[in-house]
């Protein structure tokens, strides 16, 4: 029995899928609030030309660039898929289960897709300096890389209850390069004013985009990045699924069922979008499922117009939502902690292609089935991969029950090695 599928790093896709011209039905366009100056003005002065421009393509196909193809060569791509025999021994489950192997990357997830592309773009349109929020640290660490091997600067805004106590992902944000600010800080209008009220203030991933933002508009050389939900995101991320079809290929299978974790929905775009429009197109009939957090089920929210950052500095984007100011608990799995579903899924979602499943804040299952992964295959997932492996084992042991002898494949967006603390206070606790 092969246990990796792999193809060459010639077979590497060279264009990412941008699936608007697929979707059932044209996407929402993202709009302007009804009061105060126009966002949609706005977004030139933040984000990249090039990432604008993608961001509205009706091209079905996007050339990744030879520069950005021989980043993601030097970031270690193609990742394998790998069948999951010894968890499905474990499980005596008839399903068969693959799993993505995202936690292969040199910062710890799946986000340097985008980042590479992102600071290569940056650079190329002549920018000085990056400018960032960060929720887990994850996409803090991944620009603050991407802006390395770029050679340009990067100023991180990271959410305070989590920087306070990730202090190896601090360090290696700096040994980056990158400056580091914890958010909400003093350093911009935004942030400053939560801050003076409370300068021990948690923060949020929403007031950190605000400062992002802010930072990027007031300075020159600076532009923003985002490393979820726009549009763009997803398309580069695309490189995951693409990927896995092809690997699916060499396996002589096909998924029956797609899991992911969604946060912003930028692993679950990027695994599952190249699947998804196939089953847009009608050519495949795949079930997807989105596994969440009961502290932030924005795919169980509203389907309606909304920010997608706490001061509404930015245009209003149509998706699911718990809305842009809600409070959310703390969760290991902090990454899933953001109010919206990007709109290309929440637009999906609505046409009824993708399912979810939240997970109570006490994380108590989802690191314990975590466990039977690490016990089993051996490899370590991010806090956030672990909801995708917790749902890839129940949606298993239900086969068990039914005796369905269905094909699963479940993306893992990250490793855990940096997030030991958190595995270790749920689980002996
Ligand atoms: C950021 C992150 C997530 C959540 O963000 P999405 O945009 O929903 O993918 C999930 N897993 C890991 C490892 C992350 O770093």
New binding site residues.
Partial sequence: MVKQYNITLEDVPKRWYNILPDLPEPLPPHTDPETGESRLAQLPKYILGECLKQEFSEDRWIDIPEGVQDLYAQAGRPRPLFRAKLLEEKLKTPARLYYKS??YSPT????VNTALAQAYYAKKEGYERLTTET??G??GT?LSYAAALADIECTVYWVRAVYKWKMERLNFMKLYGSTVHASPSPMTKSGKELYDQDNDHPGSLGIAISEGVEHAIEDDGAIYCL???LNH?LTH?TIIGLETQKQFELADDYPDMMI???????????FTIPFLGEVCRGEKDIKFLAAQSEVAPNLTGEYRYDFGDHAGLTPMLKMYTVGHQASMAPIK?D??R?HG??PILSLLRHHGLIDTVAYPQDEKHVFERAQMFIRTEGFL?????AY?VCAAIDEALKCKETGEEKCIAFNI???GFMDMHGYTEVLER
């Avoid at 710890?108 to 986000?111: A, E, L, Q």
């Avoid at 992911?260 to 990027?270: A, Q, R």
């Avoid at 997932?381 to 991969?385: D, G």
């Fill in positions: 995202e936690f710890g997830s799946h986000k929720g887990a994850q996409w991944a490393g979820s939900v995101v991320q992911s974790c969604l946060g912003g929905g930028s692993n679950f775009g990027g799995g990454g899933l953001y579903a990007a997932p991010a806090p956030e991969s995708s967006s990250g490793h």
